[in-house]
């Protein structure tokens, strides 16, 4: 079993900047594919960013120079480092693994999911 849960959602303004944390748990190692996915009210769920077993990462196009993901394994914690927020940016935060070394930024690709983190900015 894999437990995610995340944290460092909240209300910004527009330009301001948020870290969303991701504590990773259980039956998970550094082999593990981590990203980061986002849904709005009435919208799909959406990948925001990933990072691979070679930490090579990739970004939505809306998210790019913006965002960045980052894991810390000494602490078993994923990081987005979200800067230069957009009220489009408004959403749930979802932390999500997979045990496959490399995954592409579509849901499907993971299998373990946390419970997700609210972001709202404000314009």
């Known amino acids: 079993q894999v437990q995610l849960v995340e944290s460092g959602g909240g209300s910004v303004q527009a330009g301001g900047s948020l870290r969303l944390s991701c504590v990773v748990s259980?039956?998970?190692?550094?082999?593990?594919?981590m990203g980061w996915f986002r849904q709005a009210p009435g919208q799909k769920r959406e990948g925001v960013a990933t990072s691979d077993i070679a930490t090579t990462t990739s970004y939505a196009d809306s998210v790019k120079g913006r965002f960045t993901i980052s894991k810390d394994p000494t602490n078993n914690t994923v990081y987005l480092q979200m800067n230069s927020l957009k009220p489009e940016d408004t959403a749930m935060y979802y932390c999500?693994?997979?045990?496959?070394?490399?995954?592409?930024?579509?849901?499907?690709?993971?299998?373990?999911w946390g419970q997700g983190t609210q972001v709202t900015v404000s314009s």
């Open positions: 259980g039956s998970i190692d550094s082999t593990y594919s």
């Open positions: 999500a693994a997979d045990a496959r070394p490399w995954v592409r930024l579509q849901p499907g690709d993971f299998d373990y």
